[in-house]
């Protein structure tokens, strides 16, 4: 021990381990459970079917399929990939507002352009950008088409999954007061 002390390799301990512990705390923890709760306030009708929905950063190589964009040091890994918690949750929005999600002829599909945690400001400023798309099956033609972008600010203290959750609620409730949208799952 006495050497350790003498040689300055106890101070360093000291110094370097309070740096470098955060960075082994976020990259060994488990994953963030996800668990959407349909809560839809927006009443409607109509009818259609829902197909995959694709994660583009993870599908350009930015994050792994299971975890949001961050520009914080770490990466938040959650437990279950964006794409299908994100259409499963579509699904159960829906179906809580009152679609019939069995259409032979509409399906829905989308494209999660961007889910990002921007962590560089005092809270953090969240951004969820999905491209929806309704196609007729039998013709392939495009019935109803629209980018929906959601912007909030939180608490950087906010449990993450109930951000997401509130994220993606959100994202889903702007598609359900879309007339154009109501009118294509109508027709």
Avoid: H
Avoid at 46 to 51: A, L, M, N, W
Avoid at 74 to 81: E, M, R, V
Avoid at 147 to 171: C, F, H, Y
């Amino acid at each position: 021990m006495k050497e350790l002390i003498a040689s300055g390799r106890i101070l360093i301990l000291i110094f370097i381990m309070p740096i470098g512990a955060p960075f082994l705390l976020v990259e060994g923890c488990g994953r963030i459970p996800l668990n959407y709760l349909p809560c839809s306030v927006n009443k409607i009708s109509g009818s259609v079917s829902i197909s995959s929905f694709k994660y583009i950063p993870a599908e350009s190589g930015k994050v792994k399929p299971y975890q949001i964009r961050n520009t914080a040091v770490g990466s938040l890994k959650f437990d279950k990939d964006i794409d299908l918690f994100f259409r499963n949750a579509v699904f159960a929005q829906l179906c809580s507002a009152g679609v019939t999600l069995n259409d032979k002829n509409k399906i829905l599909s989308g494209e999660i352009e961007d889910f990002l945690i921007d962590e560089l400001s005092a809270g953090a400023n969240w951004t969820l950008e999905v491209n929806y798309s309704v196609k007729n099956v039998q013709t392939g033609k495009t019935l109803y088409e629209s980018a929906k972008i959601t912007k909030r600010n939180v608490s950087k203290l906010m449990n993450l999954s109930s951000a997401v959750n509130e994220m993606v609620k959100l994202n889903i409730e702007e598609l359900l007061k879309d007339k154009e949208f109501i009118k294509t799952i109508n027709q």
